[in-house]
């Protein structure tokens, strides 16, 4: 579930023109086993999305709505400068 989540943020990152090498934050909302399960990997996601921050938001009402696993998850990616 975490690569998936990691897979899903990579490709969000590449639609909103965020260069790859580009630090970033990361805001989330989902189903509770992915809430679990970014918690369980959060310094390996962070490394590989050059996320200075994972965190979940509950209702979060930005970002683009994604499905992880049939379940939907909103993420929302900024550019940290």
């Known amino acids: 579930m975490a690569r998936n989540f990691n897979r899903l943020a990579q490709n969000l990152r590449k639609e909103t ?10 805001r989330f909302d989902g189903a509770q086993p992915l809430v679990q399960a970014v918690a369980t990997h959060h310094a390996m996601l962070c490394d590989e999305l050059l996320a200075e921050a994972i965190t979940h938001h509950p209702g979060l009402a930005t970002g683009e709505t994604l499905k992880l696993d049939g379940a939907p998850l909103r993420i929302d990616l900024e550019k940290v400068t």
């Not at 023109?17 to 990361?26: T, Y």
């Open 17 to 26: 023109g965020l260069e790859i090498s580009d630090r970033i934050r990361v």
